[in-house]
C-alpha cells in the first residue's frame, strides 16, 4: 500500500485511539486533533500520566493500562521520546493483538519506530496530522466535520 492507502485504512477501519500525550489545554494539537475525532465517531484513550481525565474521558499513564482495544496508538510526543511508546505499542499488540498501526503526529519522526512497528507487522504514519488527512481523505458517508471547516 501506498502511504495515501495506508491512512485511509487506517482512518476507515479503525476506531479505538490511544492518544500518547494528550494534553488537557485546549490551545494544543495534542488537544484539538483528538477533541476533532472524537467529534467523527471514534473512541480516545488519553494516555498522559499526569491528568486524570481529559475531554470527559479516564487519561491513562500507559498504553497497558488501557483495558479496553486499542487499534492505533497516535503520538504526540517530540522525535526523541517516541521509541518507548512504540515498544509499548508493539509489546500490547504482541500480547494483546489489538493494536494494528502506530501514527506520529505532524513534525515527529523516528526511524527506529518505524522499524520496529514494521517489523512488528503493524502499520506506520510519520509526520502527519491525523486531522489533516481525515479531512483531506474524509471517509465516505462522512458528512459532519466537527466544527473544522
Not at 6 to 11: D, S, Y
Not at 58 to 68: G, K, S, T, V
Not at 73 to 90: K, M, T
Request: hydrophobic share 45%; proline share 6%; glycine share 6%.
Amino acid at each position: 500500500m501506498d502511504l495515501d492507502e495506508v491512512i485511509r485504512h487506517i482512518l476507515q477501519t479503525y476506531r479505538h485511539i490511544a492518544v500518547v500525550g494528550m494534553s488537557r489545554d485546549p490551545s494544543k494539537a495534542a488537544y484539538g486533533v483528538p477533541a476533532f475525532l472524537m467529534r467523527q465517531g471514534y473512541v480516545i484513550y488519553p494516555v498522559n500520566p499526569h491528568a486524570g481525565e481529559i475531554l470527559g474521558r479516564r487519561a491513562y499513564a500507559r498504553i497497558l493500562d488501557i483495558a479496553d482495544p486499542v487499534e492505533v496508538v497516535q503520538i504526540f510526543r517530540p522525535s526523541d521520546q517516541v521509541l518507548p511508546f512504540v515498544e509499548e505499542a508493539v509489546q500490547r499488540s504482541q500480547t494483546r493483538g489489538d493494536v494494528r498501526a502506530v501514527w506520529l503526529q505532524e513534525g515527529i519522526r523516528n526511524e527506529a519506530a518505524r522499524a520496529l512497528a514494521e517489523a512488528a507487522g503493524l502499520l506506520f504514519v510519520q509526520d502527519r496530522c491525523m486531522l489533516q488527512e481525515w479531512l483531506r481523505l474524509r471517509p465516505p458517508n462522512s458528512s459532519r466535520y466537527g466544527g473544522v471547516s
